[in-house]
């Protein structure tokens, strides 16, 4: 069944080729295109272009509807273009011509954006949780390993003296950078686009500001041409926002992968949390964080995809923007997964004490030879030039004191600092009003 069909039946093959994987992907759509219908019936009632009565029906009809797609009952059959098809057939199979009535004010283009919009608003609420956890979890390793002392690198060469806690702290502060952009994304995709229709609006007295009070939008799409400009944006945008925190999720993996190597021996896992070789007796391979790394590789590629898919479209709707989904709907599961997966590994790291009393770290704490005679009042040039000629003769002597104390140093990790940046910005998403809201479109009501 198809919206638009009307007394031709298309091809077989290019029926196959346009729907592609739709059917499949829809179902993921499924509860938001049915909220999305529950708000339209709200408002068309409410400017007289559906009945009480029919309306009191078709709300109880979709809310059952949609506990179908909670409980998993809910399937989108093989003769069925998409999402929005089955739920119209679905209606009009209870109601009869009523149920055929919920199109009435609305085009398949600004029902997909809308259904779209509060699935993306729902899938970032998870990665932001998923965030918030992996941020608990660097923040608790960095305090407790924050006088654990590690060699820090510039260039792949021993640099100068870095800490466990520096470490975790790095990373954690790092989210809060991928959070703030993740709060960007969610500001633009939490704006109403339904009642654009097909992109100019329509004839009907439609009354855009409820349904998006009803929705739990914070605003408006009120230009209905930039309603529907934002597809292909919107997922742009969200591309930028993955690939940012896969960029420090593919950092951190890296890390790990080479602290775990015996060449540095800075950390260790369970072995339970490793893999075997099929020939090597000794190997514990570090594969978890090598797919870690390479999943977050390939969301690093999201919006080069993205963007070249709608490249040089012109405004208005073109078919182009239906596999999208194919590039962002897995690429949300995929977030998640590395988001758990590093978070569950990380709550059993065990880090290595005393790894700078090894010989071949002893110029690490050349600065700190430096800084020392700068403080006696030595020139830094001439403490600079001292110090380097006792390391080229031999003759270097490295403190093993370390005494940073300025903020986000070694002895000054700021962690409750960070922690109250994060609740800044966790504070901005209105994930609590969105949850009411919904629940009220879903409450079933006495006459309901």
Avoid at 136 to 151: G, N, R
Avoid at 389 to 394: F, R, T, V
Wanted: hydrophobic residues 40%.
């Amino acid at each position: 069944m198809k919206l638009w069909q009307k007394n031709t039946n298309v091809n077989e093959r290019i029926d196959a080729f346009t729907v592609g994987r739709d059917r499949e992907l829809d179902l993921e759509l499924a509860p938001f295109d049915i909220l999305g219908s529950l708000a339209h019936i709200r408002m068309l009632a409410s400017v007289g272009l559906l009945e009480k009565e029919e309306e009191r029906q078709l709300r109880a009809a979709l809310q059952r509807l949609h506990q179908e797609t909670t409980d998993g009952g809910f399937t989108i059959d093989p003769g069925m273009e998409d999402v929005h098809s089955q739920v119209e057939f679905l209606l009009t199979r209870e109601l009869g011509d009523m149920g055929k009535k919920i199109h009435s004010g609305r085009s398949r283009n600004d029902q997909v954006l809308v259904d779209l919009r509060l699935y993306f608003r729902d899938q970032l609420k998870e990665v932001v949780s998923g965030m918030e956890a992996l941020f608990a979890q660097l923040q608790s390793l960095s305090e407790e390993h924050k006088d654990v002392l590690l060699p820090g690198y510039t260039h792949l060469q021993v640099a100068m003296p870095s800490s466990f806690g520096l470490w975790f702290g790095a990373y954690a502060e790092n989210l809060t950078d991928d959070l703030t952009q993740m709060l960007s994304t969610y500001l633009i995709i939490n704006q109403n686009p339904l009642g654009s229709a097909a992109g100019y609006g329509s004839s009907f007295p439609l009354d855009r500001k409820m349904t998006t009070r009803l929705l739990g939008f914070a605003d408006l799409n009120y230009n209905v041409v930039h309603a529907q400009m934002g597809r292909g944006k919107t997922e742009l945008f969200i591309g930028f926002a993955l690939a940012g925190l896969a960029q420090t999720l593919n950092k951190l993996a890296t890390d790990m992968v080479l602290y775990l190597n015996q060449n540095f021996g800075f950390i260790r896992f369970p072995d339970e949390l490793t893999t075997g070789s099929s020939i090597m007796p000794h190997k514990k391979n570090p594969d978890v964080f090598e797919l870690i790394r390479a999943k977050a590789n390939q969301l690093l590629a999201l919006p080069t995809q993205i963007g070249t898919l709608t490249t040089n479209l012109p405004s208005g709707y073109h078919r182009d923007f239906q596999l999208l989904k194919e590039y962002l709907f897995p690429a949300f599961d995929q977030t998640q997964q590395c988001l758990e997966m590093m978070t569950f590994a990380l709550q059993h790291i065990e880090v290595k004490p005393n790894i700078l009393e090894d010989e071949k770290y002893q110029y690490l704490f050349s600065v700190e030879a430096v800084n020392k005679e700068v403080l006696g009042g030595t020139p830094f040039r001439d403490a600079y030039r001292l110090i380097g000629e006792q390391i080229e003769s031999g003759q270097f002597n490295p403190p093993k004191e370390v005494d940073h104390t300025h903020e986000g140093s070694i002895g000054n990790l700021c962690t409750q600092e960070i922690r109250m940046k994060m609740d800044r910005i966790l504070r901005q998403f209105d994930f609590d009003k969105v949850t009411e809201a919904e629940r009220q479109l879903l409450e079933k009501t006495a006459d309901g």
